[in-house]
């Protein structure tokens, strides 16, 4: 494949992108008022776009090495993207990808050729996974739960896989890979799993998605030129 028909592969799926981000806004204040579920998605989703994360971080460390030592795996059926690395699941709990952290930059930034923020890029690119992740296992995929927060709404801290081509991915490392969201980090800054930054420092050094601007707010807080090496 040259690299002229990867870019334009890549311009076709940020245009595609920008169409369901689009669509997502239009249908936001008809769907607050069709009911309980949709007045929470939309809650959640104007807060993130206007660059706060509403769901919390976990009560309780997480139990990473449980992935390896005990995979338990749990059916999951998405219901809509709440944030750009949090859906709502069917049994109304919210599932956190704990290797994910969306972008918040609320600062005007273009996405294929068009005028919008990382935040939507974000919440839009959450969305869009959700229905290919679903799309080849009868509208639901399984997750493996790290930690889990009390309350109302529960709150889940998971991973999620979907198969591709005949392969299990990591619903997290697409969505890093492709520019849509960042790798988790700790307290201490360290990345809540070394090889979802491998994925991060990959999709920068290609410009993906939102990398390819010239410069974003990270959730960290800190301003990354996309050109700059990585330290």
């Given at each position: 494949?040259?690299?002229?028909?990867?870019?334009?592969?890549?311009?076709?799926?940020?245009?595609?992108?920008?169409?369901?981000?689009?669509?997502?806004?239009?249908?936001?204040?008809?769907?607050?008022?069709?009911?309980?579920?949709?007045?929470?998605?939309?809650?959640?989703?104007?807060a993130?776009?206007?660059?706060?994360d509403?769901?919390?971080?976990?009560?309780?460390?997480?139990?990473?090495?449980?992935?390896?030592?005990?995979?338990?795996?749990?059916?999951?059926?998405?219901?809509?993207?709440?944030?750009?690395?949090?859906?709502?699941?069917a049994?109304?709990?919210?599932?956190?990808?704990?290797?994910?952290?969306?972008?918040?930059?609320?600062?005007?930034?273009?996405?294929a050729?068009?005028?919008?923020?990382?935040?939507?890029?974000?919440?839009?690119?959450?969305?869009?996974?959700?229905?290919?992740?679903?799309?080849?296992?009868?509208?639901?995929?399984p997750?493996?739960?790290?930690?889990?927060?009390?309350?109302?709404?529960?709150?889940?801290?998971?991973?999620?896989?979907?198969?591709?081509?005949?392969?299990?991915?990591?619903?997290?490392?697409?969505?890093?890979?492709?520019?849509?969201?960042?790798?988790?980090?700790?307290?201490?800054?360290?990345?809540?799993?070394?090889?979802?930054?491998?994925?991060?420092?990959?999709?920068?050094?290609?410009?993906?998605?939102?990398?390819?601007?010239?410069?974003?707010?990270?959730?960290?807080?800190?301003?990354?030129?996309?050109?700059?090496?990585?330290?």
């Open positions: 494949m040259t690299d002229a028909s990867m870019n334009n592969g890549a311009r076709r799926f940020d245009r595609l992108l920008f169409c369901t981000l689009l669509n997502a806004l239009i249908a936001l204040p008809f769907a607050a008022r069709a009911g309980t579920t949709s007045e929470f998605v939309s809650y959640y989703q104007n993130y776009a206007e660059g706060r509403l769901i919390p971080g976990p009560q309780i460390p997480l139990d990473t090495l449980s992935i390896t030592t005990r995979l338990d795996l749990q059916t999951v059926s998405p219901i809509a993207a709440l944030s750009g690395g949090a859906f709502l699941g049994d109304g709990s919210v599932i956190k990808l704990a290797g994910v952290q969306g972008c918040l930059s609320t600062e005007p930034m273009e996405f050729g068009m005028p919008t923020t990382c935040a939507m890029i974000s919440l839009a690119g959450m969305s869009a996974a959700l229905d290919e992740a679903k799309t080849g296992a009868g509208d639901a995929f997750c493996h739960v790290l930690a889990q927060n009390p309350g109302r709404p529960t709150v889940r801290y998971a991973e999620c896989f979907f198969v591709e081509n005949g392969a299990v991915r990591s619903l997290s490392e697409a969505l890093i890979r492709k520019g849509l969201a960042l790798a988790a980090r700790d307290r201490a800054g360290r990345p809540v799993f070394p090889e979802y930054l491998q994925a991060e420092e990959a999709a920068r050094s290609e410009r993906a998605g939102i990398w390819a601007s010239d410069q974003f707010a990270h959730p960290n807080g800190e301003r990354y030129p996309v050109n700059s090496s990585t330290n």
